[in-house]
């Protein structure tokens, strides 16, 4: 396509102190695109994200509408339209659900269709919707996962980060999440950067793939080529 990146990613590396985890990774998302990385345990995945929202500091660039965005700020970041649901859920574990929404819209000065999009994540996620004032760390881990994406796309991102949504859920919610994840990329247009154990759903969801390996990213392509892949199927989706 003929459209600049939404995010560019040139030589970046980061890791934690002296500690280099990342090295010289290059990564493009475009708008509305969906894009996976997969990799094994300890291969940086959760690194990038944290080092592209802003969480930890990184060398290289990283680029938001062709501007290097240099080290940001987690909220500034999320200003630029890209949200993150880190690892672990990303809810506030001592509010209830619905304050949890209203969080997630703070930067937003549209109260009315503020309002409009909780009631739509409520019935998005009917789970949510029955226990508004219930506080998120009493939730069940499948409830916490739906509350972290719909609290994080209260900001109405153009680009989601998502680390590890399927990670520990029941395979019925975990479907339930990815149909949402499809839903919220074809039809508000929201770009998705999803990090991945479960290849298989990822796949079926993302159009283009990278491949991380200690640290660097070892192929990418169209998630076509990789699911045709004799040895990548092995290694990611197991048969
Ligand atoms: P997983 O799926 O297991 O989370 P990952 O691909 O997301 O794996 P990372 O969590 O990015 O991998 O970890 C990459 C490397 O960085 C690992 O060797 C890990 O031990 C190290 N690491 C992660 N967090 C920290 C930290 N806070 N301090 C020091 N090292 C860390």
């Known amino acids: 396509t003929g459209l600049a990146p939404l995010l560019e990613i040139t030589g970046l590396s980061a890791g934690y102190g002296a500690a280099n985890v990342l090295h010289d990774i290059d990564l493009s998302v475009q708008p509305g695109e969906a894009v996976v990385v997969l990799g094994a345990n300890g291969a940086g995945k959760t690194t ?12 290289g660039s990283i680029r938001v509408d062709a501007t290097d965005v240099g080290r940001i700020r987690p909220d500034v970041m999320l200003r630029m339209g890209i949200a993150h649901v880190p690892q672990g859920r990303g809810t506030l574990t001592d509010m ?11 930067s937003r000065k549209d ?74 990329n074809a039809t508000s247009g929201t770009a ?4 991945e154990q479960n290849a298989e759903l990822a796949l079926a969801v993302a159009s283009r793939v990278y491949l991380l390996e200690v640290g660097s990213v070892a192929a990418h392509g169209p998630s076509a080529e990789f699911r045709n892949n004799d040895a990548i199927r092995r290694a990611y989706l197991g048969y």
């Not at 998705?192 to 990090?195: A, D, G, H, K, Y």
């Open 96 to 106: 209830t659900i619905q304050d949890n929404l209203k969080v997630g819209a703070v």
């Open 48 to 59: 990038l994200l944290r080092a592209i929202s802003g969480l930890i500091p990184h060398n």
């Open 111 to 184: 109260a009315r269709a503020v309002a409009q999009d909780i009631d739509q994540w409520y019935s998005v996620f009917p789970a949510l919707g029955k226990r508004r004032r219930q506080i998120a760390g009493t939730l069940s881990g499948g409830e916490q996962q739906m509350l972290a994406l719909a609290r994080a796309m209260m900001a109405r991102p153009r680009l989601l980060l998502c680390d590890e949504v399927s990670l520990g859920l029941a395979p019925l919610i975990v479907q339930g999440i990815f149909e949402v994840l499809t839903e919220v």
């Open 192 to 195: 998705l950067l999803l990090v």
